[in-house]
T-cell receptor, first 111, second 113 residues
Framework: KNQVEQSPQSLIILEGKNCTLQ??????????LRWYKQDTGRGPVSLTI?????NTKSNGRYTATLDADTKQSSLHITASQLSDSASYIC??????????FGAGTRLTVKP | NAGVTQTPKFQVLKTGQSMTLQCAQD?????MYWYRQDPGMGLRLIYY???????DKGEVPNGYNVSRLNKREFSLRLESAAPSQTSVYFC????????????FGPGTRLTVT
């Protein structure tokens, strides 16, 4: 069983709408939790990094939250744009060589 | 800055053939990594190099070898390709320390027939 589970697997929303992506993990303890954006045919790009003691971290229209008690994180995207169409990957880090990647949520934003 | 570059972008191999995937970074990072990404699965670490002159196995090292040629370059070699090695391969680099950002290359899409 994957130690990092993401839901939904895919999501379609209309441009301008908000959405929330979920990440549940079993890795414990961990050093930080990351969210990456991966455009089709490209490498992942970091959106946020949160330590286990942080509850929320924002990067523009992206806001990540972390609940270490329930081992859940979410990524909220506000006022979606067509360019937000991508896969979003949750990563829980024990160390730089002990990173556990989720399979990702594929988001499609339609006009 | 080009960041992390990888060559080639695409490759098709026959079973048993060998090839080397090249990776270079211009961010003066000590640590470099090779991952593979398969459909429906998260990225998995193949090998990493914490610093020039050192390499260590990751989660899925079987069938692969690596060389840290210098601080900039980290190559991944498939000695005898198998269909199970069909995947997208990503190279990444970072500073040292668990809080450091990892920067990924654009990937190499490899098909083994």
């Amino acid at each position: 069983k994957n130690q990092v589970e993401q839901s939904p697997q895919s999501l379609i929303i209309l441009e301008g709408k908000n959405c929330t992506l979920q990440c549940n993990y079993t890795v414990s303890p961990f050093s930080n939790l990351r969210w990456y954006k991966q455009d089709t045919g490209r490498g992942p790009v970091s959106l946020t990094i949160m330590t286990f003691s942080e509850n929320t971290k924002s990067n523009g229209r992206y806001t990540a939250t972390l609940d270490a008690d329930t081992k859940q994180s979410s990524l909220h995207i506000t006022a979606s744009q067509l360019s937000d169409s991508a896969s979003y990957i949750c990563v829980v880090s024990v160390s730089l060589t002990g990173m556990r990647f989720g399979a990702g949520t594929r988001l499609t934003v339609k006009p | 800055n080009a960041g992390v570059t990888q060559t080639p972008k695409f490759q098709v191999l026959k079973t048993g053939q060998s090839m080397t995937l090249q990776c270079a970074q211009d961010m003066n990072h000590n640590s470099m990594y090779w991952y593979r990404q398969d459909p429906g699965m998260g990225l998995r670490l193949i090998y990493y190099s914490a610093s020039e002159g050192t390499t260590d196995k990751g989660e899925v090292p079987n069938g692969y070898n690596v060389s840290r040629l210098n601080k900039r370059e980290f190559s991944l070699r498939l000695e005898s390709a198998a269909p199970s090695q069909t995947s997208v391969y990503f190279c990444a680099s970072s500073g040292q320390g668990v809080g450091y950002e990892q920067y990924f290359g654009p990937g190499t899409r490899l098909t083994v027939t």
